[in-house]
């Protein structure tokens, strides 16, 4: 039988003092005191994942207590774009970690799992961090690694577009042309993690005025006049270019082979970064893009300002 969320875990306690109790209004302020100022900002994002349990969309989220004050919180949710792995996040206070709370939180939570479909968990988590212990201690396995890439104006060599029959293109960034490539390449490079990205999902995650979408580029093949199709596109999510580096999403046509997609990746990184620094994140599943930034921060003409690790538990097929 499905619990409600206000049943979730109504006050529990733990071997190591503390109790639970369902999340309540207010945790995010008095957890901030306890945990202090994220790292970075995928640390700021996973706070935010921190809300009220609910069953549409279905999520838990859970708070440990000592002596009354909130010290640390769990939460587990279903993506509706990841349908196959539940996500989960943990966080203790400092004074409390290495006591099994965060052990804890995740039984409490294994608990809620017959509910939602699927047991199978993931989990994301800074490079060397102690996080990646736990993980590992609880049955998770490393599937992806992903960087942000900070690309320097200029290290790239431009790419003659009459000779090679290109043509670099803005576009508007509700293209229902876009909208579809920038769709089927989501879903291509998460075969890690399937995806059921849409056109409507694209738009509206990634496409939208909303998410930051401030202008996107598209590289054509041009050699057959009647068709030009899209060989690669770049969306950035910066509105005006400085010479801080500008937030880009890179991707390229699936259909492409991986020779294809790497030098129409090259070619575009070169265009896009030829006067400002952009930052890309790479996923290691981005073979073709994540060739071209490898190079470069082998070469010292790019710099990886973060790198995250996702883990995995797919109890279905332990």
């Not at 109504?10 to 071997?15: C, E």
């Not at 849409?198 to 054509?220: D, F, H, I, N």
């Not at 500008?246 to 006067?275: F, I, K, M, N, T």
Request: charged fraction near 25%.
């Amino acid at each position: 039988m499905s619990t409600t969320p206000e049943e979730t875990s109504s006050r529990l306690a733990l071997d190591s003092g503390l109790t639970v109790r369902p999340w309540a209004e207010g945790d995010d302020l008095q957890l901030l005191e306890v945990w202090g100022d994220p790292e970075n900002p995928m640390h700021h994002g996973d706070r935010g994942l921190l809300r009220p349990s609910s069953n549409e969309p279905w999520s838990r989220c859970i708070v440990a207590e000592h002596e009354g004050v909130p010290v640390a919180a769990a939460t587990i949710f279903r993506s509706s774009l990841h349908p196959d792995r539940l996500s989960f996040y943990a966080e203790v206070a400092p004074e409390h970690r290495r006591q099994g709370v965060a052990a804890q939180l995740l039984e409490i939570l294994e608990a809620e799992l017959p509910n939602c479909g699927t047991q199978n968990l993931k989990a994301r988590v800074a490079k060397h961090s102690a996080a990646q212990c736990f993980l590992k201690d609880n049955g998770f396995q490393k599937v992806q690694r992903s960087r942000r890439v900070t690309v320097q104006p200029g290290v790239l060599k431009l790419p003659d577009l009459d000779a090679a029959q290109l043509d670099l293109e803005d576009l508007d960034t509700g293209s229902v042309e876009l909208t579809q490539l920038v769709a089927e390449f989501y879903n291509a490079v998460h075969e890690w993690d399937r995806a059921e990205m849409t056109v409507g999902k694209a738009q509206q995650l990634l496409l939208a005025p909303e998410t930051g979408a401030s202008g996107a580029v598209v590289l054509r093949d041009v050699s057959d006049e009647g068709k030009k199709p899209i060989l690669a596109f770049a969306i950035s999510y910066t509105a005006e270019r400085t010479e801080d580096p500008a937030d880009v999403l890179l991707g390229w046509s699936p259909e492409l082979d991986e020779e294809q997609a790497g030098s129409a990746a090259r070619a575009l990184l070169a265009l896009v970064s030829a006067r400002y620094p952009v930052t890309v994140e790479v996923d290691d599943s981005m073979g073709p893009l994540k060739q071209v930034t490898d190079e470069l921060t082998d070469n010292g003409l790019a710099d990886s300002d973060f790198e995250a690790l996702i883990y995995a538990r797919d109890l279905s097929t332990s």
